[in-house]
């Protein structure tokens, strides 16, 4: 089962397939995705850039391409939860997708804002993603009844929210928030390139004033440590909603097995040998994506 590679299953890259593939997955329960496709190409022009009052996105660790992969994470999760258990009414699994597109929307700068760059937000972007939701609801058709659970849900990614004292009405909606929560950390830790993505986080958080990294190498090292309280999180704060993955992919690949966990145990592995060969830079272990090792050199000449 190890052999199993989760990004050999779709290419989410290529959005018009990812696209499709989350709406297969919530057509097989609900019916109504006309908004949500909308707001899948609303949110892609902010992030491009061809948003009306907004900056093009910035920040290359919290992208579009993010976005895409913690909303496909997030309807993985409703997949699996709605074969093992019961189907979430289709209100609820309608804010999850919603809540998924929208909740890094946070980094994106307004027109008049040209100091740094979105990675500024980053202590705040959570907050910034529900206002930008509460200021643009109606332009992307939602109706304002869901804001309040689209809001809890977004407000789930955020690693300093107490989860648990989110002020979700029902055990279901509490649910769909421990779904976003473990969706957000799911697809961004589960790439294949997230090891080489790192060195963009590391810039996000020098320039956002985080505290504990002084060099690229921290956050390297440092991400093991945040693997631990990754899985704590997951299993005691966010109810251990990702053992649902393994019915997701039992059901449509035949493989019960949950595939995204496997692919972030395989990362992690590989941090650990990186940190134990001390016998060449770390960053000629960084093999996968060559594009973002050349982007990063350019990123470290405007940082010096």
């Not at 699996?80 to 979430?88: A, S």
């Given at each position: 089962m190890e052999k199993v590679q989760l990004s050999k299953l779709l290419d989410t890259h290529n959005h018009n397939k990812t696209l499709d593939e989350i709406k297969s997955l919530y057509g097989n329960y609900y019916s109504e995705f006309e908004t949500i496709e909308n707001l899948f190409f609303n949110v892609k022009d902010l992030f491009d850039g061809n948003f009306p009052?907004?900056?093009?996105?910035?920040?290359?660790?919290?992208?579009?391409?993010?976005?895409?992969?913690?909303?496909l994470a997030a309807m993985r999760l409703l997949d699996?939860?709605?074969?093992?258990?019961?189907?979430?009414p289709e209100d609820i699994g309608y804010c999850l997708v919603i809540a998924a597109l929208l909740h890094d929307t946070g980094y994106i700068q307004e027109d008049w804002d040209n100091e740094g760059t979105g990675a500024k937000y980053t202590a705040v972007h959570v907050g910034r993603s529900v206002e930008f939701l509460r200021k643009h609801y109606k332009k992307f058709q939602i109706a304002e009844k869901y804001i309040p659970i689209?809001?809890?849900?977004?407000?789930?990614?955020?690693?300093?929210?107490?989860?648990?004292?989110?002020a979700f009405?029902?055990?279901?909606?509490?649910?769909?928030?421990?779904?976003?929560?473990?969706?957000?950390?799911?697809?961004?830790?589960?790439?294949?390139?997230?090891?080489?993505?790192?060195?963009?986080?590391?810039?996000?958080?020098?320039?956002?004033?985080?505290?504990?990294?002084?060099?690229?190498?921290?956050?390297?090292w440092k991400t093991i440590d945040f693997y631990v309280m990754t899985v704590k999180r997951m299993k005691r704060d966010y109810l251990n909603v990702?053992?649902?993955c393994i019915y997701h992919f039992e059901k449509r690949y035949a493989i019960p097995s949950n595939l995204y966990m496997v692919a972030i145990n395989r990362n992690i592995r590989y941090i650990k040998k990186i940190i134990a060969?001390?016998?060449?830079?770390?960053?000629?272990?960084?093999?996968?994506?060559d594009q973002y090792q050349l982007q990063m050199l350019s990123q470290q000449s405007l940082h010096h």
């Open positions: 009052g907004y900056q093009k996105c910035n920040t290359q660790y919290h992208d579009f391409q993010h976005t895409v992969d913690a909303t699996g939860y709605n074969i093992k258990c019961k189907i979430v689209i809001s809890l849900c977004i407000q789930s990614t955020g690693l300093s929210t107490n989860f648990k004292e989110l009405i029902s055990k279901e909606h509490r649910i769909a928030g421990a779904m976003m929560g473990t969706a957000d950390l799911l697809g961004q830790m589960s790439d294949r390139e997230y090891l080489e993505k790192l060195l963009f986080l590391y810039y996000e958080f020098k320039e956002a004033g985080i505290p504990g990294y002084s060099t690229e190498y921290d956050i390297i990702q053992r649902y060969d001390e016998s060449t830079n770390f960053r000629h272990k960084l093999k996968r994506g």
